[in-house]
Each structure stands twice: as C-alpha cells, then as structure tokens.
C-alpha cells in the first residue's frame, strides 16, 4: 500500500515537472569568446603518474589564451579526476557533457575508462577524440564515428615487431613478457596478427605478471628456461627496467623488443643501466625529451621553451609532457581549421580532415593524417635501437596497418 | 517536535528522496543520486558484516564485482532483463559470501581483515582468467545497454534507472532494519561484543557468522548489479582493492553499526573525491586522505554519531 | 634442474624484500596492536628522504643515519597528533585514519617527488652477480641487513625492559598503566621503530624495485601475507613467512598454475595455512580477553 502511494506521487510529481528533453544544438559549448573543452584524467589513484599529461594540457592552452586564442576565443579547459575508476570517468564525462556543456571531450585517460564512455559519448554525438589509450579500437569510425584516437595503437606496434623479426630472423624463438591488462593483451593480440598462421611457429610461451607484483624475475628466470632467443616486453616502466637488468644479470643476450611505452631513457633506460639495455630494440613515433639525440632539436626547444615558462617546476624527464604538447598541438591545428564553424559536427569533421600536420615532437617524417574513414591519426613509426647513449633510428619509417 | 528524531522522518525522507530528485535534479544529478543508492546499498552490506557483527571485511568489492558481472554476462550473452538477473546475483553472491564465511571462521579479527584484503587484490586476477574470457571479455569488459521506463511510465532512463534502485534500495534498508532490531540484530552484536556470553546463551556463533557473511555478501552483490546497469560497463581493474578501501571509507565514515550511517557514508565517497578534485589537481588523493582523516578526528563514530548526538538532545 | 634452483634463489630473493617490511609490520603490531596498513607508503616516503639526501651529496650511510631517526620522528608524530586522540575510538576509526594516510603519504609523494621511476643506490656495490648469476650483491647484503634488524627486535623484545613494558601496553593498556607503564610513550615509541625499520626496508627494497610512489603498493600485500603466514607475533616467523611467500609465489606460478593466476595461489595457500594454524605457522595462540 505504501509503496503503491509512493510511486503515485512520484507519478504525479513528475507529470508536473518540467520535463528538459533538451534537443541538443549542434554548437554546445563555443561562445562568441570561449571554446569549452572537457578533459578527464587519472589525477588521483593507481595511476596518477599520468595526472602529468594532464597538467601539461592546462599550461598548453594557457599560452594559447596568452597568445590571443583560437579564432578569436579563449579556450576553456575543464580537466576532471576520475581516479582512473571508470564509474567515476562516467560520472566525470556526464557531468561535462550535460552540466558543463563542454563542445566535446578532448584526451581523456585509459583504456576501461573510454571504453566506459565510448557509448555514451556516440549516443550524445559529441566528440571524443585525441584519446589518451594505445588500444586499437578507437580508430572505428563505422560504429563509433565519434571517438578518435591519438597514438599508435599498441597492436600496430607490435605487428611491427613480429614482421620484422619474420624477415630478419626466421628461426627467432620468442617469449613475450607481458602485463595483465587492456595494455598487456594488446601486444599479444598484435604479435599474434603480425605473426599470423606462424604464430605458434615463433612464440614458445607467453609469461604475464600483475601490475602489483614485486619484480618479474621468477618470469624472466622462466623465459630463459625455455630457450628462446628473442624477447618481446610489454611492461610498464617499472618492470620495463627490472626486466632489462634482470637479462643483463643472467647474462642472457636475446634480441630483446621494448614497447615504446617504457622506452624513456630517463625513467626506464637509465634506472636499468645504460650499458645494460645495449642492443635493445623499439619503435618510436614521439622524440624522447630525455635523448640527447634531440638536445639541439628545433621542435624540441619549442617544447622545451615552453616547459620552462608555464610549467617552471614540472619533471621535464617526464615524457607525460611532451605527449601532452603533441596531442594539444593536433587539437589546436583540428581548431583552426574549423573557421568559425564550432558545431560538433565540424569539430568532429575536421578532426577527421587532417592532411601530413608536422608536430614538433613527433619523430621527423612522422605526421598526423585523418580522414572519414581512418581515425588513426599517427599510424607510422620507425625502429631503434639502444646504442648505449642513445636511440639510433634505423630503417625506413613503418606505417602501420591499423586495424 | 524534532523532524530528525520523529518516528516518522525515515518515511518521509524516503518519499523526499525519491520525488524531489526527480522534480528538480538534472539526468546528470540523478545518475550521481543513483550511484549514492547503489554505494548506500554496498556500505550497508560492509555494515551489516563489519559493523553489527564485528568481521572486519577489506575485501567487499569482490563481491560487488561478482554482482556485477553476473548481471553484465546474463544481459549480454542471454539477453536476459536488467530486472531480472538481480535475484540471480543476489543468490549468486549469497553463496559465495556463506563459502567465504567458513574459512572466515577461523580467523579472527585482523587476520580475516587481511585475508579479505588480499580477496581484494586478487579479484582483478580472477576477473581476467583466460578461462572465462568468453563470458567475462577479458581485460576488455562488457559493455551493456541501459533500460528504458517500463510500462510507458513517462520517465527517461535516468529517471527510471533512480526509481529502481532506490526502490531496491528501500527494500534493502527496511529489511536490514528489521534485521538488525530483532532478534538476529542482537544476536549478531552480541557476537561482536561478547562471543564468550553470546555463546553461553546458546547463540550458534558460526552459523550466525556465516550466514552474515553471506547476507553481507549478497547486499554488495545487489549493489554490483545495480551499479553495472548505471555504468552500462564492467572491466576487471575497476574491481581491485580501491573500490573496497572505498565501501570501507563509507562505513567507517557514516558510521559502523549504523543503518543512517551507511546513507550518510555514500554521499562521502560518491561526492567528497569530487570536492579533493576541485581543491587541488597537483594532489588530490592527498586533500582525499586528509578530509578523511579530519573526519575520523572530529566524528570517531561516524557522521551516525552526530544524529545519536543529536537524538539525545530532548526535543 | 638449473631453472628450478633459479627460481628457488629468485623466490628467496623476491622473500627477502617481503620479510624485510613484514618485520615493521610485527613492530607496529607487537606496539599498538593494530596492523598500520599506510605502513608501506610511510617507508616509501622515507626512501625519498634518503634519496633526496645522498642526490644533495651525503654519502650513502650517513643518508642512512639520517633517514632512521628521521623516519622514527615522522612515526611517532603521526602517533602523538593523529592517532593518540583517537585512543578510545572504535577500532574502526583507527582503519579510517590509516587508509587516510595511505592515500596522503602516496598522493604527497607523487607531488613532491614525481612519479618518474628513480634508481636507488645500493650500499653493497654494483658489480656482476655472485655464485653463477644467480645472487646479486645487493641481495645477499640486504638479507644481512634484515636478519640484523630482526636480531635487534627479537632482542629488544626478549631482553630488554622496555620492549616487555611495550608490549604490555599493547597488550592490556588499562592494567600497564596501574603498574606504571606510561602508555603512550609506548605507543609513540612502537610506531616510531615500525616507522624506522619500514625505512630500512624502504631502503634495502628500492635498489631491486626501483623507487616511485607506487613502490610499495604490492609488496606490502605479500609482506602481509608473509607475516600472517608466520605469526605476526613473532618477528622471526614473520621473516620466515616472507621467504616462504616469496618461494612458494615463484615456484606456484613457473611450474603449477602459471603466472596468470601466481597471485591467486600464493593467497589461497596462505588462506588454508592460516585455517588450519590461525596464529601463524609460528605464532602464539592467544586466548581473547573476554
């Protein structure tokens, strides 16, 4: 009975409500003055490491505001904390599309955090782009035409590695160190596309750990076991540098092939031990700000000028930073092209309408390219190898196939 | 005439709290309001285990997650209603809860606590085991679709979606109420208390512990479906150890052995990381953990102090 | 033959680092009866201390010198403002306030010194690997360093007054205090030590694992372990336990259930141990106040 009266009165309450169907305008978010951005990253949690890329962010726009703005408006950043929880990212992302009326979603952080809010983002056709993942599932612009990636997917990466240990070593024996996750699992996937039919031909065993173990010696003690001969890790930095010490200890000498998420000289190479990541190979799309290769760049002075006057205290060793000036970099070039049409249509269109864009961070040769049917914006990498100083880039750039 | 300590007032907050969202708050408010229903839902289930019966569990969001991929699975791969995959997980929790109980038998106090914490780090492991990669998709999750209004009910899915867990909700609370008022809510705070003297009135302690357990277990599950059909996405690192740092949080915040408390301890960790946001964006975990700590420094015993604090004031 | 023993060495290893932080977990615990779970994040924060110590240019053991007595400082303030007026709180709010601490100390960390993985210096030189590569100096050197510490807390403990005057603190606070123990001096004191020796294991893990903020988020869980699985009472049972978890978590995921469920089962073991021995493999039996 009672329940019955209450679900009346709810009944009754909301036929008198005013009922806020809002039929959205295809331009939310821009004024004659400001473009609303919405940003979500990881600022507390297990992976506040990356809350850096997100600072990097606020500091980029601040000097495009100093600088007059885009198409005469200022850019207003709202970055949220989901503490890389995805409830909490769909709560975050809800709260910028529907309260803050942001014109779209701009690199937000994680994998299982997109993937929580891809959805709904189509649903509300509002753009999601430039996203903070190496998965390979944002470039799908037949179901998802609303939600573009940034970087190289993981996968691409890896289908690199196996062709070309295909082609420069046929009798390769692997194993393949990875973490236990979206990241981790990708790789396997991308060996297993690159390799193909010959998978099971090369890979002799797969080795996992869980981001909270202590060290992955008992699986680098495994993969020696089993004889092989060449190496594929995909850890993050810290297991990235345990890894490589641990080889170097056992005075084991694979071929070894490091994910580029853990290739930083200053937070994995140097940790480990120069002279111990000797002979390592991986593949790079970005310059690595703690390469001396790149002390005289121009692009990177351009970054590094711009860390010293608006983020004077930042970690420049942090290659959060320079990932962050890329992807703004590709946001701003997606703005201007808009003209003064800042629907969400045209955002979305013209992020999908970017032709050869140089970013002064990415490696020389590598550009962005979009359009409505590939929605991945940096598809080509380049291999190098550790030569004790430095990364030396070898071989022709490597477009990747995508998906 | 005190509103708060009427006999009255849980009525008419429940009748408040279900119409004046719905007038008022906005889709993206009421998706907020929901998940302070489904944490309410799992805090009280911490509670009913923790803090009437004294088992210290930091290892609850196993159970949340079970709840909420039995329901993520059975919408997904069998296409079953949202509606009717919560009696599943409920039992489905129940049972794993009572299995869990038994060995909980044995160990007291601190020890169960850190048992139940290393459940928590386990579960993401378990979560992602090859073996149930076809139901659970791996470390990629299932993402579901969320239900429209029933019956041509003139609600959009966020409002519908407040209405059914809060309805859950409300069935929840006044039975874990009634629970903890009688005879079993003695029982179970006398084991806490004095297991010796409980024991010498012919409580049967280990079968009133595990069938806490199991009760525990099935209140969070519930919450874990609920709060699936909200996310409409369930992975495995969304289940780690945080998200029970997170339901103890509540509880210890809205106050252990308290039903109030568990409501109170929901809107804490549903609202206050928010805040910590807006603080600070150099260090939020830490303006988090110092709120946290102010708190436990002002209110020992929880936000559910204060109203006792109050209650005891003659009107 | 040679994997098996190389997987026992690394599991001894891998054990050293958590009997090393099991052992300020017996401290804390013998001191104040509570399992202080910011414990880890406390001696990752010291390890930054030290680091940021010898990166100004002290050499390495006066670093050390420094950070202990520091650390112990840092312990027992945050004994004497935090947790001394919550002495006659429910126990609950004693969690509350540790998992509060959890996220300030990592939060605080990341913030100050940034979440770039930093190498940490080992006092035991670098050099090629001892006993065919399979033991590095480092690792021999910090397991002498926790059998010192263990040695010195057994001591402490067994022979001198004010270990047993800790302990009845602990224990039974009411009666301590009649027979003159002043209790929470004890209390400061027991998480000022816990506070020291988490640093020395801080210091003694980071070299292996490398120090960030997060560094100490799953050793702690197999320290735990380690120390259940021994007898939390009892500070050598606890660095027993550590080998032990260390052993049984390497030789469980090579050759029994593979590394995807290594974690899962070192738990379970350790979950039927305690079942059949709740105090630990070598823990005392307590009988419960009543």
């Known amino acids: 009975m009672k329940r019955r ?72 950043l709202i970055t949220l904390d989901d503490g890389y929880a995805p409830p909490k990212t769909v709560e975050q992302a809800r709260r910028l599309v529907e309260q803050d009326q942001v014109a779209f979603l701009f690199n937000p952080l994680g994998t299982p955090n997109n993937s929580a809010i891809q959805k709904y983002m189509n649903q509300k056709k509002v753009p999601h782009i430039f996203l903070s993942t190496g998965a390979d599932k944002w470039g799908d612009p037949e179901h998802f035409p609303w939600t573009m990636g940034w970087q190289p997917s993981y996968r691409t990466e890896a289908q690199i590695y196996a062709k070309y240990i295909m082609k420069n070593a046929p009798n390769a024996k692997v194993a393949v160190l990875y973490q236990n996750d979206d990241f981790g699992k990708d790789y396997l996937i991308g060996l297993k596309d690159g390799f193909g039919a010959h998978y099971s031909k090369y890979v002799l065993k797969e080795f996992s750990f869980e981001v909270t173990d202590a060290t992955i010696d008992s699986q680098a003690v495994s993969m020696q076991a089993t004889g092989a001969d060449t190496i594929v890790t995909a850890a993050t930095p810290k297991f990235a540098a345990q890894m490589i010490r641990k080889v170097y200890d056992m005075s084991w000498k694979p071929l070894h092939f490091l994910t580029n998420v853990s290739a930083s000289v200053g937070a994995v190479i140097t940790p480990a031990g120069v002279e111990k990541a000797v002979g390592i190979i991986t593949s790079a799309y970005a310059k690595d700000p703690t390469d001396s290769t790149w002390d005289k760049d121009a692009g990177m002075n351009e970054w590094r000028a711009f860390m010293k006057q608006y983020l004077p205290e930042a970690d420049v060793t942090d290659g959060g930073y320079v990932f962050s000036y890329g992807a703004c970099t590709t946001l701003v070039q997606v703005l201007k092209q808009c003209g003064d049409d800042f629907s969400r249509e045209n955002i979305m269109k013209q992020a999908a309408s970017l032709k050869n864009l140089v970013i002064p961070t990415l490696l020389p040769g590598v550009t962005i390219n979009t359009s409505a049917t590939n929605y991945h914006p940096i598809r080509q990498m380049q291999l190098s190898k550790w030569n004790g100083k430095t990364w030396e880039l070898f071989g022709e750039l490597i477009e990747g196939t995508g998906a | 005439m005190n509103l708060i300590t009427s006999r009255y007032f849980p009525w008419v907050f429940l009748v408040a709290v279900a119409v004046l969202p719905l007038m008022f708050a906005s889709d993206y408010k009421l998706f907020q309001f929901t998940m302070v229903v489904v944490y309410a839902i799992a805090v009280l289930g911490l509670n ?48 794993v809860g009572f299995l869990i109980g038994l060995p909980a038998l044995r160990l007291g106090g601190m020890y169960l606590a850190l048992t139940t914490f290393a459940l928590a780090v386990a579960t993401p492991q378990l979560l992602k085991y090859k073996l149930f990669d076809d139901y659970t998709g791996g470390v990629q999750g299932i993402v579901i679709n969320k239900p429209d209004a029933p019956f041509g009910l003139p609600l959009n899915p966020d409002q519908w979606l407040y209405l059914f867990a809060l ?54 599950g519930i919450a874990g479906s609920l709060g699936a059909i909200t996310i409409q996405f369930v992975a495995p690192d969304a289940f780690g150890v945080p998200l029970s740092l997170t339901f103890f949080v509540g509880m210890v915040v809205g106050g252990g052995a308290s039903i109030g408390g568990a409501i109170m301890g929901a809107l804490f960790i549903q609202f206050i990381p928010n805040i910590a946001d807006e603080i600070s964006k150099a260090a939020p975990g830490a303006v988090y953990g110092l709120i946290l700590i102010a708190f436990m420094f002002l209110l020992p015993g929880g936000l559910a102090s204060l109203i006792r604090i109050l209650k005891r004031k003659p009107a | 033959m040679d994997g098996f023993i190389h997987q026992i060495v690394s599991g001894i290893a891998s054990g050293g680092i958590y009997a090393s932080v099991a052992l300020a977990l017996v401290m804390i615990y013998q001191a104040t009866h509570h399992v202080n779970f910011a414990q880890g994040e406390m001696a990752m ?42 002495a006659k709180a429910p126990v609950l709010a004693s969690v509350g306030v540790f998992i509060g601490l959890l ?26 690997p001892l006993f065919g590569g399979f033991v590095s100096r480092h690792e021999l050197g910090s397991t002498a360093v926790t059998l010192v510490v263990l040695l010195s807390i057994w001591a402490f403990f067994r022979f001198t007054k004010l270990g047993l005057a800790m302990r009845a603190a602990a224990y039974n606070p009411v009666s301590s205090r009649l027979v003159g123990v002043p209790v929470n001096k004890m209390l400061a004191l027991g998480w000022g030590l816990a506070a020291s020796i988490g640093a020395i294991a801080g210091m003694m893990v980071a070299p292996v694992i490398f120090l960030d903020p997060n560094m100490m988020a799953g050793v702690l869980l197999y320290a735990f372990a380690g120390a259940l699985l021994g007898g939390i009472t009892n500070p050598l049972g606890a660095v027993v336990g550590g080998f032990i978890v260390g052993i049984i978590e390497n030789l469980g995921g090579a050759y029994v259930v593979g590394t995807e469920l290594k974690l899962t089962t070192a738990l379970f073991i350790i979950v039927v141990v305690l079942t059949v021995k709740p105090a630990g493999l070598f823990g005392k039996t307590l009988v419960s106040r009543v």
């Open chain 1, 5 to 76: 009266s209450l679900l009346a009165t709810a009944g009754a309450a909301l036929a008198s409500a005013p009922l806020s169907r809002a039929f959205a305008a295809t331009v939310v978010g821009v004024t004659a003055t400001e473009i609303k951005i919405g940003n979500i990253m990881p600022y507390s949690g297990p992976a506040s490491a990356y809350g850096a890329i997100g600072r990097g962010h606020v500091a980029f726009f601040k000097r495009v505001n100093e600088q007059g703005g885009i198409a005469g408006r200022k850019i207003n």
């Open chain 2, 48 to 95: 009913l285990l923790t803090g009437y019966n004294g088992q210290v569990s930091l290892g609850n969001g196993a159970f949340y997650a079970i709840g909420a991929y039995v329901t993520a699975i059975m919408m997904d791969k069998w296409d079953i209603p949202y509606w009717a995959t919560i009696p599943f997980s409920a039992v489905i929790c129940a049972g």
């Open chain 2, 167 to 220: 309805t859950v909700g409300a069935i929840l609370f006044i039975l874990a109420t009634n629970l903890v008022r009688g005879r079993i809510g003695r029982a179970m705070r006398a084991i806490r208390d004095q297991p010796l003297a409980a024991e010498a009135m012919g409580i049967d302690i280990a079968m009133f512990k595990t069938r806490t357990f199991a009760l525990s277990a099935m209140f969070t």
């Open chain 3, 45 to 86: 924060f010291s390890t930054y201390i030290a680091l940021t110590l010898i990166q100004a240019g002290v050499p390495y053991w006066a670093a050390f010198c420094i950070t202990v007595p520091v650390s112990f400082v840092i312990g027992a303030l945050i004994q004497r403002v935090v947790m001394e007026p919550l």
């Open chain 3, 103 to 128: 996220l300030t100390f990592n939060s605080v960390a990341g913030w100050i010194f940034t979440y770039t993985l930093k190498p940490f210096p080992s006092p035991f030189g670098e050099g090629k």
